[in-house]
């Protein structure tokens, strides 16, 4: 193993069309989302008192986009690697309940050689056990 | 109501210091395990000068905010109401990996606002904020980009 080739990814080795390794996540709990407060400073109410999220007219507290969006990372880094993402968009679709298990999903959408790199880009999307749509996203990585 | 005369504002942010614990800690929070987020050594031999930041990692840059003080509140200088605030969308452009022992300078502008009706009724109106995130040597590392939406209408039980 060469130092170098580990951190790269291979421009020849991917193709349009390629799905990523489907990451799924056990049911989320409040736990859960009580860490990623913690250790994102987000403490919105919503997210951890359900007296006040039922108040606001949720069913209970839900976890925050970005904390979907941190775990569909998880894919987007063992696939092409973290030091190689330069792009990284999500939009938030649905909440995500307690209990609710997280499937992410990854297929390249195109190749492209600009400003003397090579790019690969991907569409994402983060769907429920039951198939809701929670998050859609999209990423572009720098290849070899 | 949104105060359209707010677009173009700049808010600049603090010095943010990149923590090699903090990312530790911030990856298992997204349940990431990738030894490049907590092993030096295998940060190291992918070439990189220490453990790298995850995508989102920044989402945690107001933590240190020194006690007593307000992060920036650029939904609030735009007239958003906060009980009716949505997350709608999060981008994020990387110039080159952001590596524990960076220190960043930033630099806020709120991009845009617009409205539209919503699906369910009630005028949504949308804020757009681009973050420019600068290294020591001046040199842009990433910009962020965050659309946040109050909704016209309270959500019915389950939406």
Not at chain 2, 40 to 63: H, I, N, W, Y
Not at chain 2, 86 to 106: K, M, T
Not at chain 2, 121 to 131: C, I, N, P, R, S
């Amino acid at each position: 193993m060469t130092l170098a080739s580990s951190a790269a990814l291979e421009f020849s080795a991917i193709q349009v069309g390629d799905a990523a390794p489907e990451v799924r996540f056990p049911a989320i709990t409040i736990t859960d989302i009580v860490r990623y407060a913690g250790s994102s400073g987000d403490f919105t109410p919503l997210h951890h008192d359900p007296v006040y999220a039922q108040k606001a007219g949720y069913k209970d507290v839900f976890a925050m986009g970005m904390m979907t969006a941190g775990y569909l990372s998880k894919l987007v880094g063992d696939w092409f690697g973290p030091e190689n993402i330069r792009r990284y968009k999500v939009r938030f679709t649905g909440q995500v309940y307690p209990g609710d298990t997280l499937i992410c999903k990854g297929v390249v959408t195109g190749k492209r050689e600009a400003d003397g790199q090579k790019w690969v880009d991907a569409a994402l999307e983060v769907v429920t056990a039951e198939g809701a749509s929670v998050l859609a996203g999209e990423a572009t990585a720098v290849a070899r | 109501m949104a105060k359209r005369d707010s677009v173009g504002k700049e808010f600049p942010g603090r010095e943010w210091y990149v923590e090699r614990g903090k990312i530790i800690e911030f990856a298992k929070s997204i349940r990431d395990l990738n030894p490049v987020y907590w092993d030096q050594e295998a940060a190291k031999r992918r070439g990189l000068a220490d453990v790298v930041a995850p995508p989102t990692f920044v989402m945690c840059s107001g933590l240190q905010s020194p006690p007593g003080t307000r992060g920036m509140n650029v939904v609030e200088e735009a007239g958003f109401d906060q009980r009716r605030i949505l997350h709608g969308e999060q981008e994020f452009e990387f110039f080159r990996p952001i590596v524990a022992g960076d220190v960043l300078n930033s630099s806020t502008r709120l991009a845009d606002i617009t409205e539209r009706e919503g699906k369910r009724g009630g005028k949504m109106t949308m804020a757009l904020t681009e973050t420019v995130y600068t290294d020591k040597e001046g040199q842009t590392v990433m910009i962020v980009r965050n659309l946040l939406i109050e909704r016209g209408v309270a959500p019915s039980a389950g939406g």
